[in-house]
């Protein structure tokens, strides 16, 4: 069975260690936060300028000038820390922020993700999104392994206008764990209940499957 | 000291000197950290040929949205321009140019431009539409691309509070780009909750020092939120 979007944030916040700084972006990565194991602790930067971004307010703790990166009414925990967007991105682009998480409509053997910009639909802009794939230390993807038609969206090359290149080293979909390295996809696990098979199929880009490829532990 | 006193007693006095096809750079993240009044203030004034450098455009009928109304933007520079649709009809009409900026090159454009720094190499956009046409040089074996900085003929501030001299100080998340603005505007105005006497600020407090600042004006803030989501109980 594919992962739903709840699982796949469960096995992404596997994969922080205590002590990490991440940014999660909208949408999958965002729910990862739900998931930190609690024996250990991280602190999520948000790049309008606040790095120890806590819950959603409470209505008697709504504040019109606590918000996070996709606008929204939000909290910070003991021992925040705000600042301005230059300083939050040196942060970025400096490579001080140890993980981010993003999702993707694209991404290829060579680690470039696209992910702003449908060509003949509105655009309506990159954000903190390029700075944020040509900046983290460790960049993991989290997507559909195909797209609604069951087109892959692992591919040779990206066909979409490019949000960073050679930049992504991790993919969690609904399927599958992966490395990206030396021009192709290197399976790592696999979703319970999920076929190696299909995993191919679903994957356009070059896959290598290595003899260990274990199931996914949520 | 009265050379210092920076307050100003009304919106006419504090965007005095705005014309037509000038170079405004905005603090603000979405609806956050906006200056209302002053952007009220152009629309009042019915300025024109307008660029516009900020993150974002307001919304329909609130924040810079509202210049949008009268056509009073030519151009936005900006990191992300959704939820707006007067400013989606205007861009498929060919009325609006905007420059799609990534944010983090956005911000550190306004910080190099109040710098004196004319442009700086950076890996954001590199390989991407953004890198386009723009010189590459490799440095220790990596890509990276130039990008010119920004100045504005005016820079329009949201401040939480400010001292007579025009040390500034900001709330929260409402921080965000406004310290860049603030430095890169040939005429800095900042737009403030409260102003005190100097030395009511702790002096190392301080977010924006006085000297990038022309002139202060206590605003009144609607401060509309954007999306208020709440803590499930």
Redesign the interface.
Known sequence: MALTRDQIAMRVAKEFKDGDYVNLGIGIPTLAANFVPEDISVMLQ?????LGMG?????DE???????A?????T?ITGAS?????D??AM??GGHVDFTVLGAFEVDVEG?IASW?IPGK??????????LV??AKNIIVTMTHADKHGNSKLLQKCTL??????CITRIITDLAVMEVKDGAFYLTEHAPGVSIEEIKEKTAGKLIVPDNVTEMVL | MSGFNKVVDNYWEAMDGLQDNMTVIAGG?????IPEGLITQIKEMGTSGLTVVS?NCGVDGFGLGILLEDRQIKKMV?????ENALF?QQL?NGELEVE?T???????K??AGGAGIPAFF?????????GEGKEVREFDGRPYIMEESITGDFAIVKA?KADKYGNCI???????????AATAGKITVVEVEEIVEPGELEASQI?TPGIYVDRVIKGQFE??????????N
Not at chain 1, 122 to 131: P, R, T
Not at chain 2, 78 to 82: A, R
């Open positions: 948000s790049e309008n300028g606040l819950r959603y307010p409470y209505e709504i504040d019109a000038d606590m918000i996070n996709g606008k929204e009414t939000v910070a705000i600042f301005n967007s230059a939050s991105f970025i682009r470039n910009m509105l655009i309506k802009g990159m954000g903190g999104a390029m700075d040509a900046g206008p490019l949000t960073g290149v050679n | 993240f979405g609806l956050c950290g993150n900006s990191s992300y321009v959704g989606e498929l799609l990534p944010q983090g090159t956005l911000a550190e306004m910080r950076t890996a954001t956009g590199y390989g991407t539409p953004v939480w900001y709330r929260h998340t409402a921080q965000n780009f406004n310290p860049m977010h401060k509309r939120i954007e999306r208020q989501v709440l803590a499930k």
